[in-house]
């Protein structure tokens, strides 16, 4: 139960961590303010935006089982989903911020900054991710290395 209970906390505050992070990063850009003709609908820059969220998340699981595979030291410790989440974070990571530098309203207007704001930040975590993993494979690699 104190494990379940936990569990929940930690997805709340990462929750929370990362919403804050993509409001950080829409008043850095200076489009936290709504728009005042909201736009329903998909719109070409909300695909973009949509599609770099995509390769945001791919980035975020690849660099997370990756990790998984470095910790236990199966197979090549991760380095090829490391390598996968550096470049699925990378173009996530330019794919939002070029959304946001061609934007031209705040949430609401049909720029997809939110969804840029979003796919930024998943991109810096799965970067983060996968050099993480790069770093401890390599390290790992050359303790085996002295110990033999």
């Known amino acids: 139960m104190k494990r379940a209970f936990a569990m929940i906390l930690v997805g709340l505050a990462s929750v929370a961590v990362f919403a804050a992070l993509v409001h950080l990063v829409l008043a850095a850009a200076h489009l936290s303010d709504s728009a005042a003709n909201t736009v329903q609908g998909l719109t070409p ?37 490391a390598i996968v989440a550096m470049v699925t974070g990378s173009l996530a990571a330019i794919n939002g911020g070029l959304n946001l530098a061609v934007a031209t ?9 939110v969804g840029g704001a979003a796919a930024f930040v998943l991109g810096f975590v799965g970067m983060a991710m996968g050099g993480m993993t790069l770093f401890r494979s390599r390290r790992t690699a050359l303790q085996s290395e002295r110990a033999m």
């Open 45 to 81: 820059r909300r695909i973009w935006a949509t599609v770099a969220i995509a390769l945001g998340i791919a980035g975020v699981i690849a660099g997370s089982m990756a990790l998984v595979r470095a910790a236990r030291g199966i197979g090549n410790r991760g380095r090829g989903g």
């Open 105 to 113: 309203g705040g949430p609401g207007s049909g720029n997809g900054v």
